[in-house]
């Protein structure tokens, strides 16, 4: 594994434990070079993802990206940072389970939007306005009206 500080080729393990109920292994690494420690995380990949945009462009999965835009609409909500590995987790392996190398972008986003409704409210409208582009305050109350959520406060969103 190549060193993220200094980029030498070579790092050492020199610890290892299962990681997110036994579905990753995490490693703590040392660089002989310049003593740089970090982690790294080995997970199963079942087979290699290409997500196709609406523009109609292929970009490979990326689960940290994934990650990312369900940790913004999660901010500074009261939800334990293990729920929402355990939700990433579930979708990727839902992802990867459906025989298909090739995904549309909207596949993606709807499994979001299903997970992070039986999470949070407030966050499953906050990706909803990224995902869905909203533009203006009709715009939620209408989203709002139509899944039924019009008790949701304003001043959370």
């Not at 970090?38 to 990206?65: A, C, N, Y």
């Amino acid at each position: 594994m190549r060193c993220p500080f200094c980029g030498h080729a070579e790092s050492q393990v020199k610890d290892s434990r299962p990681s997110e109920d036994g579905a990753a292994i995490r490693r703590r690494r040392l660089c002989p070079e310049c003593g740089g420690r970090f982690t790294t995380f080995e997970r199963v990949q079942l087979r290699e993802l290409i997500i196709v945009k609406r523009s109609g462009r292929r970009s490979p999965f990326d689960r940290d990206k994934l990650m990312r835009s369900i940790s913004l609409a999660t901010r500074k909500r009261p939800i334990e940072g293990e729920r929402v590995e355990r939700m990433v987790n579930g979708i990727v392996r839902q992802l990867e389970s459906q025989g298909e190398t090739e995904l549309q972008s909207s596949v993606v986003g709807e499994m979001v939007m299903k997970a992070l409704k039986s999470l949070d409210d407030v966050a499953y409208v906050r990706y909803a306005s990224v995902y869905r582009d909203f533009r203006e305050t009709s715009d939620f109350a209408k989203f709002l009206g139509e899944e039924g959520l019009s008790d949701v406060a304003e001043d959370e969103l």
